[in-house]
C-alpha cells in the first residue's frame, strides 16, 4: 500500500514569512496527525483530526499556525509569520480508527524539514 | 509535555551485542508503543504492548511493561549496523486521544 505522502521535503524561509505543508495519509485512514519534532527531541503534537473534524489542538500556537483538512482526505498546514525557533521538521502521520479509541499504530511520513532564517 | 523519557539518551554497541533501552512515564495508559526513526525518515512503529500485558516479542525485539513502576524496556538482540537509528517509545493516556512521545535514545551499531 502506499504510503503517507509529504511535501515539499525540505523549505528555507526567512523570519516573518508564511509557509505551508502538505500531507497525504494512507487511503482510508480516518485519523490524521501532524508533529512537530525539533532536532534531538521527540514529535510533539500539534493537531490531530478524525475525518475532517478537530480532536485535539491544545498545542498548536494558534496565533500562528494553523491547519485544515478539506473532506477528511489530504490535510495541510500553514506558519504565518514564521519564528526563529519553528525551525524543525513537520511531521505527518495517519492511522485507522478503532472502535474503543485504543491507540493501534501510526504511520508517518518523511516529513518536511523547515529552516527558518 | 513529553510522557516518556527514555533511558539512555544515546547507546554505541558493536555488532551482535545487545542494546536495552529504557522508558520511564508519568500516568497510567492504555498501551504503550516503540517506534525507530532512521535519520532524516519518518517514524516506524516496531511494537506495541497493551497494560495489561508484561512482555512481548518480534523478531528480536522483546519489550516488556511494569505499570507498577511505569517503565517498559526495549531490548534488541543480536543487533546489526541496519539497527542504528533513534528508538522512541509512545504511551497514550486515558481519556486523552494522542499519543505522547518521548525524548528517544539514539542507537549506533558498530559493524
Known amino acids: 500500500e502506499a504510503g503517507v505522502a509529504q511535501s515539499p521535503r525540505y523549505k528555507i524561509i526567512e523570519k516573518r514569512q508564511s509557509v505551508a505543508f502538505w500531507c497525504n495519509p494512507i487511503?482510508?485512514?480516518?485519523?490524521l496527525y501532524w508533529y512537530q519534532q525539533i532536532l534531538g527531541q521527540g514529535p510533539k503534537l500539534l493537531i490531530q483530526?478524525?475525518?475532517?473534524?478537530?480532536?485535539?489542538d491544545s498545542q498548536l500556537p494558534k496565533d500562528r499556525f494553523s491547519a485544515e483538512r478539506l473532506k477528511g482526505v489530504d490535510s495541510t498546514l500553514k506558519i504565518q509569520p514564521a519564528k526563529l525557533e519553528d525551525s524543525a521538521v513537520y511531521l505527518c502521520?495517519?492511522?485507522?480508527?478503532?472502535?474503543?479509541?485504543?491507540?493501534?499504530?501510526?504511520?508517518f511520513g518523511s516529513g518536511t524539514q523547515l529552516s527558518v532564517l | 509535555s513529553q510522557q516518556g523519557e527514555e533511558d539512555p539518551q544515546a547507546l554505541s554497541i558493536q555488532e551482535g551485542e545487545n542494546a536495552t533501552m529504557n522508558c520511564s512515564y508519568k500516568?497510567?495508559?492504555?498501551?504503550l508503543q516503540w517506534y525507530r526513526q532512521n535519520s532524516g525518515r519518518g517514524l516506524v512503529h516496531l511494537i506495541l504492548?497493551?497494560?495489561?500485558?508484561r512482555e512481548k516479542h518480534s523478531g528480536r525485539l522483546r519489550v516488556t511493561l511494569d505499570t507498577s513502576k511505569k517503565s517498559s524496556s526495549l531490548l534488541i538482540t543480536a543487533s546489526r549496523a541496519a539497527d542504528t537509528a533513534s528508538y522512541f517509545c509512545?504511551?497514550?493516556?486515558?481519556?486523552?486521544?494522542?499519543?505522547?512521545f518521548g525524548s528517544g535514545t539514539r542507537l549506533q551499531v558498530q559493524p
Open positions: 487511503s482510508g485512514h480516518a485519523t
Open positions: 483530526f478524525q475525518n475532517n473534524g478537530v480532536v485535539d
Open positions: 504492548i497493551r497494560s495489561n500485558e
Open positions: 500516568t497510567s495508559i492504555n498501551n
Open positions: 509512545a504511551t497514550d493516556e486515558p481519556g486523552r486521544r494522542a499519543l505522547t
Open positions: 502521520a495517519s492511522s485507522l480508527v478503532h472502535r474503543n479509541y485504543f491507540y493501534e499504530k501510526l504511520f
